[in-house]
């Protein structure tokens, strides 16, 4: 008789240990718990200030905001010169990333632009996806400035859960101090920090236009990973495109809430659940992009949990590893990023151990409610810009 295979009980240092879980959620940032205003704004023989003490973030307990609201959303690119006379003066530059998404843009300061400069914006945004304005000046404007200029192109987003500078809830601050350790708290149970998502797509009435301007960066490190989901959406055969028309999925912000319960933070809003189509339509180009993440997509509606689990990783998938249809964004003093997060996916990068502070501000104006518009098999061409 062959022997009997014993197991040695594991010693207390040998202990697994049992770390939460928020399904395909994955949490970037550390939040309230880990936050050291003190060393923030004074700095240390190891660490320097923060380069912008007034949009460090603070986290409000007892802080409740009613549901959104729905409202009308006016789409400003369908006003748009598709020339961009008021965008691009004389001597402007401009440099695509690369064929698909992207655009580097030098000699236009965004906040001079009149109203009709920024319905180009908003249809140039549209048509690449990711737009990079640098030697901006947006950081040092007065926020109640900044907020106003993002208002313009829908009513200003207040994110649940995250962080805002005093007295501005509606600007969303991405940071990691220098004495931050979330990257690596995140590599503890993930083998990767990269998490591509839409802005907050489990709301009714999701971003479109949306600003991202940067107020500290590492030297190297923390760039921005950006997708063309429509180009995504192209590169699906005509019968697999077909077949996602009609589809629905569940997109949900109950795990982002639990995640910043768990790290005291705060949740300034009751979570939600929207159910979006699969392929939406731009009101504005007429282009159709998947709209679909692993951040918040759950489940498709109609389907049976394999079912629905075996789709959403392909599209997960295709979208993550759709090289040919990605950019990396890296990050300068004075830059000012503009995307369409209806027809894009982005994620940070947590990928730099120096100790070097990321700071951001995020301004979120909301849009319409996501819709689709039926199969055409070969797209039909809109404003210039094939489906």
Known sequence: ????????PLSREEAVVVLKHFGNYKEQAAGAKTFNRKLEEEGDIDHPRANYINYLPEWVPDTNYPPLETFKHTEHALDADKTFPDLFPTGAKREDLTATIGTVVEGVQLSSLSNAGKDQLALLAAQRKVLVFRDQDFADLPIEQASKYGAYFGPLHIHPTSGAPKG???IHVVHRG???????????TRASTVAWHSDVTYEKQP??????????????GGDTLFVNQA?????LSPTFRERLHGL????SGIEQADSAKSRDSVVRREPVTSVHPLVRTHPATGEKALYINPQFTRHIIGYKKEESDALLKFLFDHIAFGADFQARVKWAKNTVVVWDNRVTGHSATLDW???QR?????ITPQAEVPYETPYEGKEVPRNGVHD
């Open 207 to 220: 971003p479109g236009t949306t600003f991202l301007y940067i107020l500290d960066t590492p030297v190297t």
């Open 1 to 8: 008789m062959a022997p009997i295979a014993t197991q040695t």
């Open 358 to 362: 990321r700071h951001l501000a995020r």
């Open 168 to 170: 501005h809830p509606e």
């Open 178 to 188: 220098t004495d931050d350790r979330s990257g690596e708290i995140l590599l503890e």
């Open 231 to 235: 180009e995504a959406y192209k590169r």
């Open 248 to 251: 629905k999925a569940v997109h």
């Open 353 to 355: 151990a120096t100790g």
